[in-house]
């Protein structure tokens, strides 16, 4: 089970801007928090997008803390502080950025959000012959409904 959520899960914290070394403790805690909440997930529940959510949030508090370790490194430093905050704003903007896209990840069936992920989000780009025996695809069908996936995508998008 872990082995079909661990690419979602390390690759959060990369689209995030995270090391590899971080990436790694993040799924990691991300993991254990799943082990823990094992008794209170009901059946049926889309494990996808949780482990999703939890990797997020993990993400997002390694980055506050790495921030205000930065804030804290500097503080005194007066011409320091226009740098941190235009930083900050285009951070934020990158949060919102990917925010937008999980959610809409989150939202298509599971087919089309693991075909994008391998294709997109894998960093160790796979070939389509390489996704398409993982999901049990024709190699010819991968572009086709790589294609229909992306105009779902679009729309769910466009409606955010």
Known sequence: MLDKYERLVFSIPLNYGLSRDDAADIAQLTFTSLLQSLDSLHEGSRLGAWLAT????????????SRRESADEYAGTAESLPALGSDHTGMLERWETIEWLNHGLTL???????????????PTEPSYADVAARLGMAVGGIGPTRARCLERLKQ?????
């Open 156 to 160: 769910i998008l466009e409606q955010r």
């Open 108 to 122: 298509l069936n599971d087919r089309c959000r693991e075909l994008l992920l391998a294709l997109y989000f894998e």
């Open 54 to 65: 939890v990797a997020r949030r993990n993400t997002w508090r390694a980055i506050e803390r």
